[in-house]
């Protein structure tokens, strides 16, 4: 929607949050657009999930008062903080239900004190978050829904699922114990009937789900950082490693003041540069974050990291060397 729309928008929410209720013509008046305007708008509520009603008698729409929080007592920063997470930091997130989290921050900042919320209005203007890339969100609400319902309820779920790893299309029956978000992107973590193991689905390669009327047993106390171990973010391969990198002074620091992995340890060299240390399951994803230093990081160890690396790196200078076709 353009801004001047949602403008609009919340205005009309604020508006029918109050007593009193108001017909499309003095809403169309009050916001200085036509009734067709003022309906769709309305439409768009309805949307979103916030239950408007028409009186017949007042001829006019409101919003059940009970739709809305009662007053929270909340501290300035407090206030604030909940407010530039729904409104400023959302992006930097893969939420699910994105609407109903702005709704959240609506009615908090509805029912805020008047110095509280005045604070907070004129301290977001000073506040933006950049947003970090995202996977599309597709239909994230939906999968998402019914994973967290087939969770609690402990029911099984048929997939169809898009794996990169098999190349095809593949169906599986899932037992979900837990959804987890990570790298930008949603997964559910489960048993796989086809694999036979707790394995890690991406929710928007997920084709096709249909929550099962089977139950599954519940696994007392799923961790999963304990599943994950020590893999460098998703994929244990079941093999450890003592990895020793060196990054040069010049990204040194911004490498260094970021916690990358629980086993990380950091030692300064006298040329500036920083070698970090770390103990992980499997090469395969550490790799790939590597890579993503170019010429500013060399492998010390092991040895069958620096040949990986090594082979990527000849692998982009050939690729690339190559005459373009097309």
């Known amino acids: 929607m353009k801004p001047g729309r949602v403008t609009r928008i919340v205005k009309i929410l604020t508006t029918l949050q109050s007593a009193k209720s108001y017909s499309a013509g003095e809403l169309a008046q009050m916001f200085k657009t036509s009734r067709r305007t003022i309906f769709r708008d309305l439409e768009e509520l309805q949307a ?29 920063q407090e206030a604030l903080s909940l407010l530039v997470l729904v409104h400023k930091a959302r992006g930097q997130i893969q939420l699910p239900f994105k609407n109903s989290a702005l709704l959240a921050g609506l009615k908090i900042e509805n029912n805020l004190p008047p110095r509280i919320k005045e604070y907070c ?23 998402f829904g019914e994973l967290h319902r087939a969770i609690l309820k402990k ?11 098999e190349g095809k299309l593949i169906e599986l029956e899932l037992s979900p114990y837990h959804l987890l978000y990570n790298q930008r992107s949603w997964y559910v973590l489960g048993f796989s009937s086809l694999h036979k193991s707790v ?30 171990g020590r893999a460098w973010s998703m994929i244990p391969e079941g093999r450890l490693y003592n990895v020793r990198l060196r990054f ?10 970021v916690q990358w992995h629980a086993t990380q340890k950091v030692h300064w060299n006298p040329d500036g540069s ?11 994803e550490i790799s790939w974050w590597i890579l993503s230093y170019g010429d500013q990081v060399q492998v010390l160890a092991p040895r069958a990291l620096r040949e990986r690396i090594v082979q990527a790196a000849a692998n982009l200078i050939r690729l690339n060397n190559a005459a373009p076709t097309r």
């Open 48 to 76: 979103i999930g916030v239950p408007y009603k028409f009186s017949a008698a007042a001829k006019g729409y409101r919003i059940d008062p009970g739709f809305y929080l009662p007053p929270v007592d909340l501290s300035l």
């Open 121 to 143: 209005r004129l301290s977001l203007q000073t506040i933006s978050a950049k947003s970090n890339s995202q996977a599309s969100t597709g239909s994230l609400d939906q999968v």
């Open 155 to 165: 029911k099984k779920v048929r997939v169809r699922y898009e794996s990169l790893f």
């Open 199 to 228: 394995r890690t689905f991406k929710l928007l390669r997920i084709k096709e789900l249909a929550v099962l009327e089977k139950r599954f047993l519940e696994r007392k106390s799923f961790d999963p950082s304990g599943h994950l």
């Open 248 to 257: 040069l002074p010049k990204v040194a620091h911004n490498v260094a003041e």
């Open 274 to 284: 920083a070698t970090l240390e770390f103990r992980v399951d499997g090469l395969g």
